[in-house]
């Protein structure tokens, strides 16, 4: 069910988006069109309560102008810029070129993502009205699930996973669950308070990934990269503190400030011969350690 509304609203938003401006008439017309409707017009309340979740969710409003009953998108700029609207903008575009035609399911070849975009929306929902959340959780690390309560504080995709940051009561700190290592998700009664002083981005700011590990400091990161894979970096950088430092005509040093954890390690490490780490000197001797020992293998 929570599927298929996040569904529903990502249909709703770029059907509007594509039209500019567009009545609620000429909005159920395109609806019966979509395999989504069953044949089934969108009743009036079930808009506006679309409307109202994908507001509070997403911070998109649909407005309506009161002289013609045209609904728009305010500030649809917005939506192009990065972050989260920017990624719903692509995901609508997508999802309703695939909704319109079954032939075109086979040549648009799609990363699968594992399971748990389930529990997207309640866990969203949760965020929004501050309500503690009951989960069944099985780490990779661990032989059996476990249920305990969370407080969720902020929702993170990264690599093709969605990850939850949550106060654990338990151990009274933010901790990151992946919501496909759920098992069971229930909203509580319980509400909580969602520190002022915790804010997502700068939780994150000095992560490479999903690994707030504190046990790292935040250092000054150097790498040489080789040939044409500075063209990769520079399209699409490994982390927002990236800056290019030295620019030549075979090489470029790339410079980065963040914890050098285990996943930046395994980023660093996935671009093979083409990345040599620099500094700091006992990153470069881990990356160096590892590199031997994954050589050891083929031999």
Partial sequence: MAKDLFNRYLWLVDTI???????????????????????????????????????????????????????????TEELKKEGLRKWLLNTFAVNTTLNKSHKLKDKILLE????????????????????????????????????????????????????IAARSPYYNKVLIYSL?????????????????????????????????DEEYDVEKIRIKVYGNQCKYFRSLPLHHSQKESETHSNYSIF???????????????SHGTFVEVLEPQWFRIQIGTTIQKMHQLYE
Avoid at 31 to 52: A, D, V, Y
Avoid at 69 to 75: A, F, G, H, L, R
């Fill in 17 to 75: 988006y594509r039209a500019g401006t567009i009545t609620l008439d000429e909005i159920n017309r395109k609806w019966l069109q979509c395999e989504m409707s069953n044949g089934e017009e969108i009743p009036n309340r079930t808009f506006h309560n679309h409307r109202k979740a994908i507001e509070e969710l997403f911070d998109i409003n649909i407005e309506c102008d009161r002289h013609n009953c045209n609904y728009y998108i305010e500030n």
């Fill in 112 to 163: 699968d993502y594992p399971s748990g975009e389930q529990y997207l929306i309640p866990a969203i929902e949760a965020i929004h009205n501050c309500i503690t959340l009951e989960i069944t959780y099985q780490s990779y690390w661990q032989d059996k699930s476990y249920t305990f309560q969370i407080e969720p504080y902020c929702i993170k995709a990264f690599k093709q996973r969605w990850y």
């Fill in 180 to 212: 496909e290592r759920i098992l069971e998700m229930e909203q509580t009664d319980l509400s909580f308070e969602c520190p002022q002083t915790f804010n997502p981005k700068v939780y994150f700011d000095n992560s490479f990934g999903v690994i707030v």
């Fill in 255 to 269: 410079t980065y400030r963040l914890r050098p954890t285990y996943d930046f390690c395994q980023a660093i490490l």
